[in-house]
C-alpha cells in the first residue's frame, strides 16, 4: 500500500495510506491522552481527547478519526489543546468517585493516567461535582460487576460487544445526563443476551466493568486455552502457585481478539479442592460399582512406589495371561502432543499391542477416515482467518458460537462486517441461524439428502467448477449419476427443508468465488458420519473450494488436542502421522526406533474396547484423562462394562465418575503444570508452557507412563516434553520441522516437513495430498432410530458454551458452574403443550436404553418432534440414551438422534401404579372417549373435579392436579 | 363537543405480522417500524421490539438505546386519552403549572404516568406552538386553548362519561389494551 508522509510535532513520518492521524502520531513514539480509543476497534472519537491541530484545518480535530494526508503537519500539543483536555477530563472525573485507593482497576485504570498526565485540578472538579453518585451496581453476573457510577460512557464495551465479541448485549440507552449503558429492557446482566465472555471487562478503561474477584499476578506465563479446539492463546496470570487472572494473548493469528467464558472463567479447576494430590488405591473391602456416599472412601492414598508397581503388575498379569491385545489403552485428547506419543509408544512397544484410542473416535473419527479418502489427509484444510476472507461460510451440524465461541466471533465478523453471506444447515434454530442468509433446518440424520440436493441443483443450474473437477479430481462420473436420485421434491420431503431454501442455498454457495464448508458434530456423530462427510467433500470439490485462501474444509475439532491426539498416533491403526500400522516399511521404521517387534494387527477403537469387554476379550483398560462413563453412548453399558474389567488403572487430575471404578487411581498434572504442545483445529502446533510447580504428588502424563513402561521392562528416557518432540520429529514426516525453539511466536502448521519448513496453511494447493482429490457416491439413510409411537421425540445431544464435555474441569469452575448450574432439555413449545410441560418442570427423559431426569426449557430453538439436551451432568447424563449403534466405516456412535419420550417427573410416578394417569399420560389427545364411563364418572372428568377423581386414584401432588386440569381439556368429553 | 370517533388497538401478534409485511428489515427502517407498531399498539411491548431486532438483525439492546433515547417512544401502555399539558413560556406564564399540578391531583398522576383504570395519561410538552391560545392543554390530537383549571377537569370528566357510553355500546371492557382508542376529531 502507498505510504503517506506527515509531520508530526515537526518530524516526519511514514504511514500507510488510509491510517489515522492518531496512527501516525503513535508510530512517531508520541503519547496522546484516548479514553475511547483501541486499535481493534473502529474509529469512534467520542473522548475527545485525541484532538490534535493540523495545519490548514479548523478547529482541533480528533486524530482518531481523521486519516492522514500527504504533507499534513500536526502539532499534537498546544496550550489550548492541553486546557480543553484537561477540562474534559475534569469533566469526566466530575462525575466519577474518588475511590481509586480501594478500586480493583485502579493500577490499569486509564482515567487515572489520563488525569495525571492532562493535570486534573481539584478545584475545578469540586465545582462541577455531581451532587449524588447512587446508581445501582448490577452485581448479578458471577463474574464480574458492573458499577455505571464509574461509567465515563466511552462506548469501548459497547463497541466490543458488538464489532469484536458480535453479541451486542449492551448498549447505551436513555438520554444526555441520564445515558446510560446498558442491557435491553434494562435488565441486569445475568438475564440479558450476555453471554459472560468478560472481553468487555477487558477493555473497560475504568473500575465501571471489573472481575468480581480481583487479585494482582505476580507474572503472566503465556500457554494455550485447555478447552476446545480452537487453540486460544492466553496469559495465566499467577499469584503464588494460583491462577488468579486470565488474559488473552494479542499476538497470535488464532484469537486476536480475546477470550470466551470457559478460556477466561473456567480455569479455576485447576486449583480446586477436588484435584488428586496423591495415588489412590482401591480397598480390598470396596466392590467396583457398589454405590457409595463418598467414592473416596473407597480408596486408600498411596505412594508413587506403590501405585506404579501395581499398574505394572496388574497389565503385566493381564498382558501374560491373556496377551497384549487384552489390555486397551485410551488416551486423552486433553493431554499434550508428548503425553500421546509416549501414550501410543508405550502401547504399542511396551505392551505390544494397538489397542489404542482416544475420544476423537466419538467426534471426529468419520472426518479423519472420510477426509483420508477423500483428499489423502484427515485434518482442517485452512486456517482459522481463512473465515475473513471467504465470500460464503456454510455452517453445517455445528454449533460454532457455543462449541468453538472464537470461531463463531470470526463467522459473525465476517457476516456483518466483511459482507460474506451465510448459510446454516442445523435442526435446531441456533445463534448462527439468526443471522443466516439461508437456515436449512434440516431433519436430524438427514444431511445428504440435504447436501445431495444441493449439489445436483448447483449441477443442474451449471454452477460447477467443471475446470478444477477435470484437472484436479476423479471418479466425477459415477458421483454425478449419484446425483440424479435427489431431485428436488424428493429431496424438500426427506429434509424437510422448503425447496426454494435449498435452490437458495445452491445459488449461494454456487457462485460464490471463495466458500468454506465449517461443520462439527451434527456431521460426523451419525452412523452415516463417514458419508456425510464424503458428500462435504464432494460439494467442495465440486465447486473447486479447496487449496486456495477463504475456501476450504473445515472439520471444528472438539477438544483442545484432538488433532494431535490423533497426529501422535493414538489411534489403532496408525503411528504417529497417520502411518498405516499395517504397512511393513512404516513398521520397521518405528521397530528400529523404538527397539521391539510391533504388531501388525490393527487395534480396537474405543468404542469396540467397550463393546468386547462384555466378551472377555479386553480384559484390563488404562485410561489417561478420560470419562467414558459420561463420554460414551449407552452410558449404562459403558459403565456395567467397567465393573467388569479384571484391571482399571485411571490416569487423571480429579476423581471422575470413570477414576470411581478404577482399582488404581495416578494423579496427573493439569495443562497449566506442564511443558508440552498442543495441536489445534488449524494445525497449528502451539507450545504449552508450565506456569504453576504440579499440585501436591501429582505428576506429568508422559513421567507416568514412562515409569510404567520402565517397571514393565521397556524404560523410555527422555529429560524433558522438548526431548520427545525431537523424536516425534524424527519419525513423522508432517511434524519433521517441529521444534520447540521454532514455537515461539505462534507456533507452527503441519505438514512442516524440515527445519526450514514455514508450515503449511493451506493444504492441497496445487495438488491433493492423495494426488487427485476423489469423489465418492453417498446416498441417504435414515438414522438408526426413527420416531416411534412409544418414543415420539428426536434427541440431539451436544454442549453448551458454559460447560465442556463431561464437566469434570468446567463443573469445578465457579463461575461456569454459577451460570449453568443444571441440566435441561431443550422442547418445543408444541411438545410442551401436548405435554402438559410448563417452563422448568422436573421432567423424565426414557429411551429404549434409559431414563434420566431434568429440567424442562420451553424454546423455539428445537422444531416440534425434537429435543436437545448437552451432556455435561453426571446426574441428568444425556448419554444414557443415546443410542451406541456405530457408523460401519468410522465406528463413530449416533450421538446425534435418539427416539426419547419426556414426561412430568411427577406424572411418571404417580402413573407407575396408575392405569388411569398412564392412559392420559401415554395419549396425549384421546383416550377416555374409549372408555365406558358411569355419569358420575363423565361429569367429573368433563368439569375437571379433581376432588372428585382424587377419591378413585388417591391424592394427587399439586403440580399433577394442574396437569390433570390442562390434559381433560384436551379430552373433549363433552363432545361425546 | 365534537362527536367522538373510535379506533382500535391491534394486538401484538397482529404487530409483529404487521413488522414482517410491510417492512424489508433494513436498518434504516428502525424508526419508522418503531413508529408503526406504537401507532397500532399504543407502546412498544418487549416482544416487539424482540421482532424488530430479528428482523433488521440489530441487536435488542441498540434497539432499546433508540427507543429510550426519542422521548416519541413509549415503553408501557398508554391509556386511552394523553393529557398533555404545555409547558411553553407563554403557558407558563398564563398558569399552565397550576393546571399541572391540579390535573395531578385529580387524577393521582404525575406527568408520564397512566392512571390505574388506564384512561388517561399525563404528559408535559416544552411547547405546542399554539402560545396565542395559551395556556394549552391538549388531549390525544385535540387542541384545547385558553384552558384552567376548571375547564380542565370539567374536559376529563366529560371524556370519562362519554367514553363509558362508548364502552356500553361496544361491549369492550375498561381497560383492555386492545379495546377502543377514542378521539375527538
Given at each position: 500500500m502507498k505510504a503517506v508522509t506527515l509531520t508530526i510535532d515537526g518530524r516526519a513520518i511514514s504511514v500507510p495510506n488510509g491510517s489515522t492521524v492518531l496512527d501516525a502520531i503513535r508510530k512517531a513514539g508520541i503519547y496522546v491522552p484516548t479514553l475511547?480509543?483501541?486499535?481493534?476497534?473502529?474509529?469512534?472519537?467520542?473522548?475527545?481527547?485525541c484532538i490534535v491541530q493540523i495545519k490548514g484545518?479548523?478547529?482541533?480535530?480528533t486524530s482518531c478519526t481523521t486519516p492522514v494526508a500527504e504533507g499534513m503537519v500536526v502539532t499534537t500539543e498546544t496550550e489550548e489543546i492541553q486546557r480543553i483536555r484537561r477540562t474534559i477530563v475534569e469533566l469526566a472525573i466530575a462525575n466519577h468517585p474518588y475511590g481509586c485507593l480501594v478500586c480493583d482497576k485502579s493500577e490499569e485504570c486509564e482515567l487515572l493516567n489520563v488525569a495525571r498526565y492532562v493535570g486534573a485540578q481539584q478545584s475545578s472538579v469540586d465545582r462541577m461535582r455531581r451532587a449524588s453518585l447512587n446508581k445501582a451496581v448490577d452485581t448479578s453476573n458471577p463474574a464480574f460487576d458492573f458499577d455505571p457510577n464509574k461509567?465515563?460512557?466511552?462506548g469501548k464495551c459497547v463497541r466490543i460487544c458488538n464489532?469484536?465479541?458480535?453479541?451486542?448485549a449492551i448498549d447505551f440507552a436513555y438520554r444526555?445526563?441520564?445515558t446510560l449503558v446498558c442491557t435491553f429492557g434494562g435488565r441486569p446482566l445475568a438475564l440479558s443476551?450476555?453471554?459472560?465472555?468478560g472481553e468487555c471487562v477487558e477493555y473497560?478503561?475504568?473500575?465501571?466493568?471489573?472481575?468480581?474477584q480481583t487479585i494482582i499476578p505476580q507474572r503472566e506465563v503465556k500457554t494455550v486455552c485447555p478447552?476446545?479446539?480452537?487453540g486460544c492463546s492466553m496469559l495465566l496470570g499467577v499469584r503464588g502457585q494460583k491462577i488468579v487472572r486470565v488474559r488473552a494473548a494479542?499476538?497470535?493469528?488464532?484469537?486476536t481478539e480475546g477470550l470466551c467464558v470457559k478460556g477466561r472463567y473456567g480455569l479455576d479447576f485447576v486449583n480446586h479442592?477436588?484435584?488428586?494430590t496423591r495415588p489412590l488405591i482401591r480397598r480390598d473391602d470396596a466392590p467396583k460399582g457398589a454405590a457409595r456416599r463418598?467414592?473416596?472412601?473407597?480408596f486408600r492414598e498411596a505412594d508413587w512406589n506403590e501405585a506404579l508397581d501395581r499398574v505394572a503388575q496388574g497389565l503385566a498379569r493381564v498382558r501374560d495371561e491373556?496377551?497384549?491385545?487384552?489390555i486397551g489403552v485410551i488416551s486423552s485428547a486433553k493431554c499434550t502432543n508428548e503425553d500421546n506419543y509416549i501414550i501410543q509408544k508405550f502401547a504399542r512397544?511396551?505392551?505390544?499391542?494397538?489397542n489404542v484410542d482416544h475420544c476423537a473416535r466419538l467426534c471426529h473419527a468419520s472426518t479423519v477416515a472420510a477426509a483420508l479418502a477423500a483428499?489423502?489427509?484427515?485434518?482442517?484444510?485452512?486456517?482459522?482467518?481463512d473465515i475473513d476472507c471467504a465470500n460464503v461460510l456454510f455452517v453445517i451440524g455445528s454449533n460454532t458460537t457455543e462449541c468453538h465461541p472464537i470461531i463463531g466471533r470470526r463467522i459473525k465478523r465476517a457476516v456483518k462486517f466483511n459482507g460474506a453471506k451465510l448459510i446454516v444447515a442445523d435442526p435446531r434454530s441456533i445463534e448462527l441461524a439468526e443471522m443466516?442468509?439461508?437456515?436449512?433446518?434440516?431433519?436430524?440424520?438427514?444431511d445428504i439428502a440435504l447436501l445431495n440436493g444441493i449439489m445436483r441443483e448447483i449441477v443442474t443450474r451449471n454452477l460447477y467448477d467443471k475446470k478444477f473437477v477435470t484437472e484436479r479430481c476423479e471418479d466425477f462420473e459415477p458421483f454425478l449419476e449419484s446425483l440424479?436420485?435427489?431431485?428436488l421434491e424428493a429431496v424438500e420431503e426427506a429434509t424437510g427443508v422448503a425447496r426454494e431454501k435449498i435452490q437458495q442455498a445452491a445459488m449461494v454457495f454456487g457462485k460464490a468465488k471463495r466458500a468454506a464448508v465449517l461443520y462439527g458434530?451434527?456431521?460426523?456423530?451419525?452412523?452415516t458420519g463417514t458419508d456425510n462427510v464424503k458428500a462435504v467433500a464432494n460439494l467442495l470439490m465440486l465447486t473447486g473450494n479447496?487449496?486456495?485462501?477463504?475456501t476450504g474444509f473445515s472439520?471444528?475439532?472438539?477438544?483442545?488436542n484432538v488433532q494431535g491426539s490423533c497426529d501422535m498416533g493414538a489411534?489403532?491403526?496408525?503411528?504417529?502421522?497417520?502411518?498405516?500400522?499395517?504397512d511393513p516399511q512404516v513398521r520397521a521404521k518405528f521397530e528400529q526406533a523404538w527397539g521391539r517387534k510391533l504388531s501388525d494387527q490393527p487395534g480396537r477403537t474405543l468404542t469396540e474396547m467397550f463393546q468386547t469387554i462384555h466378551d472377555d476379550k479386553i480384559k484390563a483398560l488404562y485410561v489417561?484423562?478420560?470419562?467414558?462413563?459420561?463420554?460414551?453412548?449407552d452410558a449404562e453399558h459403558a459403565k456395567g462394562a467397567l465393573a467388569k474389567l479384571d484391571f482399571l488403572v485411571v490416569q487423571d487430575i480429579f476423581l471422575t465418575e470413570t477414576a470411581q471404578m478404577a482399582d488404581v487411581v495416578l494423579p496427573a498434572t493439569s495443562f497449566a503444570e506442564k511443558d508440552g504442545t498442543f495441536t489445534n483445529t488449524e494445525r497449528r502446533v502451539q507450545l504449552v508452557r508450565k506456569a504453576?510447580?504440579?499440585?501436591?504428588?501429582t505428576r506429568v502424563d508422559w513421567q507416568i507412563i514412562a515409569d510404567v513402561s520402565a517397571r514393565m521392562g521397556y524404560p523410555m528416557n527422555y529429560s524433558s516434553a522438548a526431548d520427545i518432540m525431537e523424536e516425534v520429529a524424527q519419525l513423522t514426516p508432517i511434524y519433521g520441522g517441529i521444534h520447540y525453539d521454532r514455537l515461539e511466536n505462534g507456533g507452527l502448521q503441519w505438514p512442516?516437513?524440515?527445519?526450514r519448513h514455514k508450515g503449511?496453511?493451506?493444504?492441497?494447493?496445487?495438488?491433493?495430498t492423495r494426488g487427485r482429490g476423489k469423489f465418492h457416491v453417498v446416498h441417504d439413510n435414515p438414522p438408526a432410530e426413527l420416531p416411534t409411537r412409544a418414543y415420539p421425540l428426536v434427541l440431539n445431544t451436544g454442549r453448551i458454551l458454559e460447560h465442556w464435555h463431561t464437566g469434570s474441569m468446567s463443573h469445578r469452575s465457579r463461575v461456569l458452574e454459577a451460570i449453568a448450574s443444571e441440566s435441561s432439555i431443550e422442547i418445543s413449545h408444541v411438545d410442551a403443550a401436548q405435554l402438559g410441560i410448563e417452563e422448568g418442570d422436573t421432567v423424565s427423559v426414557s429411551s429404549r436404553r434409559g431414563t434420566v431426569r431434568t429440567k424442562a426449557r420451553k424454546t423455539g430453538r428445537v422444531k416440534p418432534g425434537e429435543a436437545f439436551m448437552a451432556f455435561h451432568w453426571w446426574d441428568a447424563p444425556a448419554n444414557l440414551l443415546?443410542?451406541?449403534?456405530?457408523?460401519?466405516?468410522?465406528?463413530?456412535?449416533?450421538?446425534k438422534v435418539a427416539s426419547v419420550r419426556t414426561m412430568l417427573a411427577v406424572l411418571e410416578r404417580a402413573a407407575e401404579d396408575n392405569a388411569f394417569l398412564s392412559a392420559l399420560a401415554e395419549n396425549p389427545?384421546?383416550?377416555?372417549?374409549s372408555y365406558d364411563l358411569t355419569p358420575e364418572h363423565r361429569s367429573a372428568l368433563m368439569n375437571g373435579d379433581i376432588a372428585a377423581i382424587e377419591k378413585w386414584v388417591g391424592p394427587l401432588e399439586e403440580r399433577l392436579k394442574v396437569w390433570l386440569k390442562a390434559r381433560l381439556k384436551q379430552e373433549n368429553l363433552a363432545e361425546v | 363537543m365534537r362527536a367522538l370517533d373510535v379506533k382500535g388497538f391491534i394486538g401484538l401478534e397482529e404487530a409483529i405480522e404487521l413488522i414482517r409485511s410491510e417492512?424489508?428489515?433494513?436498518?434504516?427502517?428502525l424508526i419508522p417500524m418503531l413508529q408503526r407498531v406504537q401507532n397500532a399498539i399504543g407502546y412498544l411491548p418487549e416482544e416487539a421490539l424482540l421482532e424488530i431486532a430479528r428482523a433488521t438483525r440489530l441487536p435488542a439492546a441498540r434497539i432499546f438505546g433508540v427507543v429510550t433515547f426519542y422521548?416519541?417512544?413509549?415503553?408501557r401502555p398508554v391509556g386511552k386519552y394523553i393529557i398533555r399539558v404545555c409547558r411553553g413560556t407563554a403557558c407558563h406564564v398564563s398558569g399552565s403549572a397550576l393546571i399541572l399540578q391540579d390535573i395531578q391531583n385529580h387524577l393521582q398522576v404525575a406527568p408520564g404516568q397512566t392512571t390505574k383504570d388506564g384512561l388517561f395519561t399525563l404528559e408535559t410538552v416544552?411547547?405546542?406552538?399554539s402560545c396565542a391560545l395559551a395556556p394549552v392543554v391538549v388531549v390525544n390530537d385535540s387542541v384545547y386553548g385558553l384552558m384552567d383549571s376548571l375547564k380542565t377537569r370539567k374536559l376529563i370528566e366529560e371524556i370519562r362519561e362519554k367514553h363509558g357510553a362508548i364502552v356500553a355500546r361496544a361491549g369492550v371492557e375498561k381497560g383492555d389494551r386492545n379495546g377502543l382508542r377514542i378521539f375527538e376529531g
Open positions: 475511547c480509543h483501541d486499535a481493534v476497534l473502529k474509529p469512534y472519537g467520542a473522548c475527545r481527547l484545518m479548523r478547529g482541533l480535530p461509567c465515563i460512557l466511552c464489532e469484536v465479541v458480535g453479541r451486542g444526555g445526563q441520564n443476551a450476555c453471554q459472560n465472555c473497560c478503561p475504568t473500575g465501571a466493568l471489573s472481575a468480581k478447552y476446545c479446539g480452537v494479542k499476538e497470535n493469528s488464532v484469537n479442592p477436588d484435584r488428586l463418598k467414592p473416596a472412601d473407597d491373556s496377551g497384549a491385545d487384552a512397544a511396551a505392551l505390544g499391542t494397538n483428499f489423502g489427509d484427515g485434518a482442517m484444510s485452512n486456517s482459522i482467518s443466516a442468509d439461508v437456515h436449512l433446518n434440516h431433519f436430524p440424520g438427514t440424479d436420485r435427489y431431485p458434530m451434527g456431521i460426523t456423530q451419525h452412523t479447496l487449496g486456495r485462501r477463504g472439520p471444528l475439532r472438539g477438544q483442545n489411534l489403532p491403526t496408525v503411528f504417529p502421522g497417520y502411518q498405516r500400522v499395517s489417561v484423562g478420560e470419562n467414558p462413563t459420561l463420554s460414551e453412548p504453576i510447580e504440579p499440585l501436591g504428588e512442516c516437513w524440515n527445519r503449511t496453511p493451506i493444504l492441497h494447493k496445487d495438488k491433493f443415546t443410542n451406541p449403534v456405530l457408523d460401519p466405516q468410522a465406528k463413530i456412535p449416533e450421538f389427545a384421546g383416550i377416555l372417549k | 417492512f424489508e428489515g433494513r436498518p434504516d427502517e422521548a416519541q417512544f413509549r415503553l416544552a411547547c405546542f406552538g
